[in-house]
């Protein structure tokens, strides 16, 4: 699985877009960009992927450049609850019940600000 | 709806010992997968299983194994405890085609 580079922490405050980066400069064709979060002494929480096109659900917004080799969760209006670390995997598609392991980094710290 | 149920939420084991901590997925989900993270860490994979079978395997010794029964339910157990096995045991359970739910967790603690 390509290697994922996220900045450590990041401030945003309430109401506003949060908008977390992730690069992934050696994806290949066939992988795709996962995001979880995880809120503190909590498992980690399945948010939204993605292969190329832009993908939007109930949570969140997942923009991935043209050439694929970065993304950016948006989430549109934080909340105090959106407070949590936020992991970019990226892997082969899940399917087929193969080896399905998610290899998480060290992800992003978001802490939103009342 | 039931989410992923782990068991028991926290123990206390002394070096040496062996623990087995349970999991049971949501109803319909057949895989099943466990997952290792010490403070300050992202989690790591340690097995996955399906129908029973297991399909793969993270970088883990052999002190640790796991196995999946008819109903999908699964346990991880490990042998002789270190310190350093002192961490918090995901569980998680997928459908064909979504991502994974995850489970609480089971707070090891290692004396």
């Known amino acids: 699985d390509a290697k994922t580079t996220q900045p450590p922490s990041m401030d945003c405050a309430e109401g506003r877009a949060a908008n977390l980066p992730c690069n992934h400069s050696?994806?290949?064709?066939?992988?795709?960009v996962y995001w979880y979060r995880q809120i503190h002494s909590q498992g980690p929480q399945y948010i939204i992927h993605?292969?190329?096109n832009n993908e939007t659900n109930e949570m969140a917004s997942l923009i991935i450049t043209e050439d694929r080799k970065s993304s950016t969760l948006i989430l549109p209006h934080a909340t105090l609850r959106d407070t949590a670390v936020y992991y970019c995997i990226v892997r082969v598609a899940i399917s087929n019940f193969g080896n399905e392991k998610l290899t998480f980094g060290t992800g992003t710290r978001l802490t939103i600000i009342p | 709806d039931a989410g992923v149920t782990q068991s028991p939420t926290h123990l206390i084991k002394t070096r040496g010992q062996h623990v087995t901590l349970r999991c049971s997925p949501i109803s319909g989900h057949k895989s099943v997968s466990w997952y290792q993270q010490v403070l300050g860490q992202g989690p790591q994979f340690i097995f996955q299983?399906?129908?029973?079978?297991?399909?793969g395997r993270g970088n883990f010794p052999d002190r640790f194994s796991a196995r999946q029964f008819p109903n999908y339910s699964s346990e991880l157990n490990v042998n002789a405890l270190l310190l350093g096995d002192s961490a918090l045991y995901l569980c998680a359970s997928r459908l064909q085609g979504v991502g994974y739910t995850f489970g609480s967790g089971t707070r090891l603690t290692v004396v």
């Open positions: 299983y399906y129908e029973k079978e297991e399909r």
């Open positions: 993605g292969l190329k």
């Open positions: 050696t994806i290949s064709g066939n992988e795709y």
